[in-house]
């Protein structure tokens, strides 16, 4: 089955931050583990470099918007391999294939009868690219969301009939409850579409930054728009000579933070049923990381850097950290002490220790051959149902909720470790089979976490599965087998060595 799923592309106006990281890492950890389950996945991510957010920010700094688009699209392009992402393209919204397809989609909805010429009058946030309602506006005509002072607008645009679409996102909705995730989630889309819908700008008429209307060269497509429709275009052109439309579209998953839920679950579903196309199966909303329970923010300075973290501890401790620390779907704090801890009292500790000591026992005992003999029943029966389990939960995107249940077992072969002693057995003449049984059943234990972490942490745990001599991190490598099928360990490098 092919199984299509995108973040956000972000705005090239600032320089990525832990927010964007966090969102990288979660569709990542779901595309590897569709990858894992043998499906057909791509993955997709890039940069929305249109608009005011950029036109602006070029302004402020005395550049022209294409400059600073290529300066910053680098730092988003250069976070990925840094962290670890595998997605298989990187779309800019100014590749040009990028803006001949939106002009001829729009066209389309054009010519469907789905616009039409009309004049916006009305609050505008430059930061957001958005257009306010009268509900969305906060105390003083400021934005809720950047507390700045909003426009008011009054030009002539193009306006896309969204209020025709009433009905049949309504129908969307009833018929598909799982269509926005988690469930909160999909109510405030609900709400929003049951104060009813008004129609919206397709164009402005006073920026220069964007992609040109074809029927009205004048004015350039509303940033929206022309950002939304990456998530079709890049399908055309994303391989050489292929159009990989008709094997990735409808979409599985768009994954996207809470601020912009409107925009993929109204304006999104509409949009796309306007230019005859298919809305996508879910679109999953995940929350937002504070600093000191605040917004991260230039301005107020708590912007945490991804890359200085991960130059000092590794991706694989940033992407656990943040998938552990934060309730997926929720908002959650991040800190550096916070970060620290949990790289000392887990990752180095719980996992790290546990794989270099039944590495090091599994030579210093056996002369690092494993021994080929039936595993232990009762922690055999503590990893029955774990790839089930892990499976439901993260089929239904609950990513923290899989990965306790996998560190649940990890906790349980630290305490099998304790409980048998290899070091006493090892000791006593007569113990030979206990300890082979306790080796065989500790390596095979590790190797069974280590392949259900693997989309969670995919350099640490591939290091650990090839010095366990057991590479295959296929899902069919997740079962604890009933009779250990023996080989070598290799030497392990600390997994997550101590901090200075
Ligand atoms: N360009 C638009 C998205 C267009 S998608 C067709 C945009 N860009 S953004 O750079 O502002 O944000 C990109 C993504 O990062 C969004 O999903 C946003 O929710 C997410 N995050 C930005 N700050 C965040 C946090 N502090 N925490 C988690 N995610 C956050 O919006």
Request: glycine share 6%.
């Amino acid at each position: 089955m092919s199984f299509y799923i995108t973040t956000a592309i972000d705005y090239v106006n600032a320089q990525p931050h832990m927010g964007h990281a966090y969102e990288k890492i979660t569709t990542d950890v779901i595309a590897r583990y569709m990858r894992q389950r043998g499906e057909d996945v791509f993955f997709l991510t890039g940069t929305d470099e249109h608009g005011e957010p950029v036109a602006d920010a070029a302004q402020r700094a005395g550049i022209d918007p294409r400059e600073l688009a290529d300066r910053n699209a680098e730092r988003f392009k250069r976070l990925l391999p840094a962290l670890e992402i595998s997605n298989d393209f990187f779309i800019r919204t100014t590749d040009p294939q990028h803006e001949r397809k939106v002009q001829e989609i729009l066209q389309r909805v054009h010519d469907n009868g789905h616009v039409y010429a009309g004049v916006y009058e009305g609050w505008y946030c430059p930061k957001c690219a958005d257009f306010k309602t009268e509900g969305e506006v906060g105390p003083g005509n400021t934005c809720p969301i950047h507390g700045i002072e909003l426009s008011r607008e009054h030009e002539n645009n193009w306006f896309f009939r969204l209020s025709a679409f009433q009905q049949q996102l309504e129908a969307l909705f009833d018929e598909r409850p799982d269509f926005v995730l988690p469930q909160a989630r999909a109510n405030e889309a609900r709400a929003f579409l049951e104060q009813g819908l008004q129609d919206v700008s397709l164009s402005r008429a006073r920026l220069r930054w964007g992609v040109s209307v074809p029927w009205d060269p004048e004015q350039v497509f509303y940033v929206w728009f022309d950002a939304l429709l990456n998530y079709v275009t890049a399908l055309s052109y994303a391989r050489e000579g292929e159009d990989l439309t008709a094997r990735y579209w409808p979409a599985s998953v768009h994954m996207i933070g809470k601020d912009i839920l409107k925009f993929h679950t109204i304006y999104w579903p509409a949009l796309l049923l306007a230019a005859d196309l298919e809305p996508p199966r879910h679109v999953l909303i995940h929350g937002f990381l504070l600093m000191d329970d605040r917004k991260m923010s230039k301005s107020l300075g708590n912007v945490l850097d991804p890359f200085a973290v991960i130059d000092a501890y590794g991706a694989d401790a940033l992407r656990y950290y943040c998938l552990r620390e934060v309730s997926f779907g929720q908002d959650g704090n991040v800190s550096a002490a916070g970060f620290e801890a949990r790289y000392d009292a887990e990752l180095a500790n719980e996992y790290g220790n546990l794989a270099s000591r039944t590495i090091a026992m599994i030579s210093r005992y056996r002369d690092g051959e494993l021994p080929a003999v039936a595993t232990d029943a009762a922690l055999r029966a503590d990893f029955q149902a774990l790839p089930e389990q892990v499976a439901e939960r993260l089929d239904r995107f609950e990513l923290s909720s899989a990965l306790e249940l996998i560190w649940q077992r990890v906790r349980r072969l630290n305490r099998y470790v304790e409980e048998r002693a290899p070091w006493q057995l090892a000791r006593q003449p007569d113990a030979g089979a206990a300890l082979d049984q306790t080796l065989a059943s500790l390596a095979e234990g590790l190797r069974v976490v280590s392949v259900l972490l693997h989309p969670y942490m995919p350099a640490c745990t591939q290091r650990l599965l090839q010095a366990l001599g057991a590479p295959d991190a296929d899902w069919g490598a997740t079962g604890f087998a009933e009779q250990a099928a023996g080989g070598r360990v290799c030497a392990l490098e600390a997994l997550f060595p101590k901090r200075n």
